[in-house]
């Protein structure tokens, strides 16, 4: 019997689940007879609260959605965060900066009693994380990678080291700008740097980041660390709200 795959959102903006939907068809025809999909809401009526492999998308942002994502956890065999927003909170987090009554006001104006918040959060700060698809959007490849890599029962295998060097470009500090790729998770092919833009981080940071690397990086650019934290702000909030 193939595992049954359900995918779940929360807080985001489902770009995540649209990615999945991009993957080209031939890796789509691979997946489809790989899984049996049980629960997929933006391509599917049906549901079913059977199934083993559950993928969450978003950060978790109203009381409710703690209950409901302990539930998904229960009856999940294996449970995976997809994309930065699940993975790190990403930028739903930017709102935990201000008192959660005045980021209701901003959205809501005056219909904000009608809806309730609560300082948003990723996946695993909430229930246990088995795999992590990450990237906002996350890349197909990735996906299908770690899809793989759990039907085989290992380890996915992510790239460890940053790939922007590899990739042929001129440092993003020589061109005068200011970049996370040193201290970000490698994985994305450094697809935001290969077209000329900057890596935001939205893979999130390292787990052991080499601190003193970095600062000579900035000593030798004339940037200041508050000049890069100020970036992982957009994405990795939670972790520095929280820390
Ligand atoms: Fe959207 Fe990015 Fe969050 Fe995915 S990680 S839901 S693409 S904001």
Redesign the pocket.
Known sequence: MKPRVAFF?FT????????ALNLDGEQLLDLLAAVDIVNFREVMTERSDNYDIAFI???ISRESEIGRLQKIRDQAKVLVA?????CIG???CLKNHVPMEEALRTVYGEDARYYDTIPARPANAVVTVDYYVR????QPAELIKVVKALLLNKKPDIPGYVECKMAGNVCVFERGMTCLGPVTRAGCGAICVNSGRICWG?RGLVDEPNINSEKDILKKYGLTVDQVVEKFKIYDTFAEVTK
């Open positions: 959102d985001g903006c489902e770009g995540c689940q649209l990615d998308e978003g950060s997809l994309g930065a927003c699940a990403g930028i739903n990237g906002c959007p996350p939205c």
